[in-house]
């Protein structure tokens, strides 16, 4: 079996991820952004052994779902201020 990878399949996968949220509440500290990066995660995690390019791109996925996370962390510690 040949090892197929397109890199703009994978980015338009991540996309597709991210915008299926639709406009959004956003919790304070960046819970629920937190709790998709643990939920992509464990997907990763349960099938990176078996299809590590998959596993690598759900990975990638959590990664944005924390640094957003971080992002309104930050956001909210920087407004405590003004």
Known sequence: MANVGSPELEHGLAIGVYNKRGVHF????????????????GYADAIRS???RTGQVLSHIAAGFHRDADDRMDRENFEEFE
Do not use: A, C, I
């Open 26 to 41: 956003v919790e304070p500290g960046g819970r629920q952004e937190l709790r998709l990066d643990t939920k992509f995660r």
């Open 50 to 52: 078996r299809w590590p």
